[in-house]
């Protein structure tokens, strides 16, 4: 592992996703061998860092506020049919990405359907129950096609 695996940007930003786990090992798993993701460090003193694709999901268990945040208490979900933000994963070939995840066993909610033309789009969920979507763009390119040349 070098410096350049790890989401700590020498210049500008950088942005990753942090997710409460109750069991982080679990949870690192399933990023790393169903999504196809690399765990690029794991510490028992520290979450453990696992990118897919060209973001960085860092996995945490939760726990009670720390000196610079001592109000916050840091849970997995409590009721995994309510959220307010969940990863979007945007891809360019779904159907491929359902046959390969299906494979290693990715659990989802629905098969590819299309969203009224614009898209292709299906979910997931982690161990911990949060939602992934995953999408292919379709129509919504032709609206963008349109934006541009106007």
């Known amino acids: 592992m070098s410096r350049s695996d790890l989401p700590f940007p020498d210049d500008g930003m950088l942005v990753t996703q942090l997710v409460v786990a109750a069991d982080a090992a679990e949870t690192s798993r399933f990023y790393s061998e169903k ?69 290693r066993g990715v659990e989802f909610i629905t098969p590819p359907r299309d969203n009224h033309g614009y898209e292709m789009r299906c979910y997931v969920r982690d161990p911990d129950g949060r939602i992934i979507e995953v999408g292919q763009h379709t129509g919504m390119l032709d609206i963008f096609d349109q934006v541009d040349t106007d």
Do not use: H
């Not at 897919?52 to 997995?76: F, K, M, R, S, Y």
């Open 35 to 103: 999504l196809g993701g690399e765990i690029v460090f794991e510490s028992p003193e520290a979450p453990t860092f696992v990118r897919v694709a060209n973001t960085w999901v860092i996995v945490a268990e939760g726990g009670t506020g720390t000196p610079d945040q001592p109000d916050v208490v840091l849970a997995p979900p409590i009721d995994v049919d309510r959220f307010d933000a969940f990863m979007n994963i945007r891809v360019s070939d779904i159907e491929g990405v359902y046959r390969d995840w299906s494979a």
